[in-house]
C-alpha cells in the first residue's frame, strides 16, 4: 500500500472521524514512509460506522472478515483496510472492545494527534498509544524496527 492510496482513502471517509494506527500511523507520525506495509490500519468512531463503510464502498472496498466487536477487515482486491471501532466518551477518551468478554483497549483524550503522509496532514495517534498496543506479543521484525524509529523520533521507552 502506497501513500496515495492512504491519502485517497482518507478523503473518502473525511469529515467522519477516523485516524490512522498500526504501521501507518507510526510513520505519518515520523513524517515519511519507512517500510512497505500490508494494510492500513483505521480507527473510527463506532456512531461513525455506517458513513464511513459507504464511502469506501464507494472506493469499491467490501468486507472479507468480520470479528467484530474487536475489528473487521475490508478489501478492494489489491489492498486490505483493517477497521477498529471506538466509542468515545464526553471528555474525548474512547475505548475500543478488546474481546467477545469484555475486555477493552483505552484510547486516552491526549492521543489523537496528527501527523503527515506525503506531506498532508493526517489524524492519526500518538506514539504513546502505539508504544501501548505493540505490548503482550513476540515482536515481529517489523514491530522492532517500528518500536526503534519511536525511540529515536519521540524518546519514548518501549518494551522491546
Known amino acids: 500500500m502506497d501513500?496515495?492510496?492512504v491519502l485517497r482513502v482518507l478523503a473518502a471517509v473525511t469529515p467522519n472521524a477516523v485516524w490512522l494506527a498500526g504501521?501507518?500511523?507510526?510513520?505519518?507520525?515520523?513524517?515519511r514512509q519507512t517500510r512497505e506495509h500490508g494494510d492500513l490500519d483505521l480507527l473510527h468512531r463506532l456512531d461513525e460506522e455506517e458513513a464511513v463503510l459507504a464511502a469506501l464502498a464507494?472506493?469499491?472496498y467490501r468486507e472479507t472478515l468480520d470479528l467484530r466487536p474487536v475489528r473487521f477487515?475490508?478489501?478492494?482486491?489489491?489492498?486490505?483496510?483493517?477497521l477498529h471501532p471506538?466509542?468515545?466518551?464526553?471528555?474525548?477518551?474512547?475505548t475500543q472492545?478488546?474481546?467477545?468478554?469484555?475486555?477493552?483497549?483505552?484510547?486516552?483524550?491526549?492521543c489523537?494527534?496528527?501527523?503527515?503522509?506525503?506531506?498532508?496532514?493526517?489524524p492519526c495517534v500518538s506514539a504513546a498509544q502505539q508504544v501501548f498496543f505493540h505490548q503482550g506479543y513476540a515482536p515481529r521484525p517489523r514491530d522492532l524496527a517500528d518500536m526503534r524509529r519511536?525511540?529515536?523520533?519521540?524518546?519514548?521507552d518501549t518494551h522491546f
Not at 73 to 82: F, Y
Not at 86 to 94: E, I, N, P, Q, W
Open 97 to 110: 472492545e478488546a474481546d467477545d468478554a469484555g475486555a477493552v483497549f483505552p484510547y486516552p483524550a491526549d
Open 23 to 31: 504501521g501507518w500511523g507510526i510513520d505519518a507520525l515520523l513524517g
Open 112 to 122: 489523537f494527534v496528527t501527523g503527515h503522509v506525503g506531506g498532508v496532514e493526517v
Open 58 to 60: 464507494a472506493l469499491g
Open 73 to 82: 477487515v475490508l478489501s478492494d482486491g489489491a489492498t486490505e483496510l483493517d
Open 86 to 94: 471506538l466509542v468515545f466518551a464526553a471528555d474525548g477518551s474512547a
Open 150 to 156: 519511536l525511540r529515536e523520533a519521540f524518546g519514548v
Open 3 to 5: 501513500a496515495r492510496t
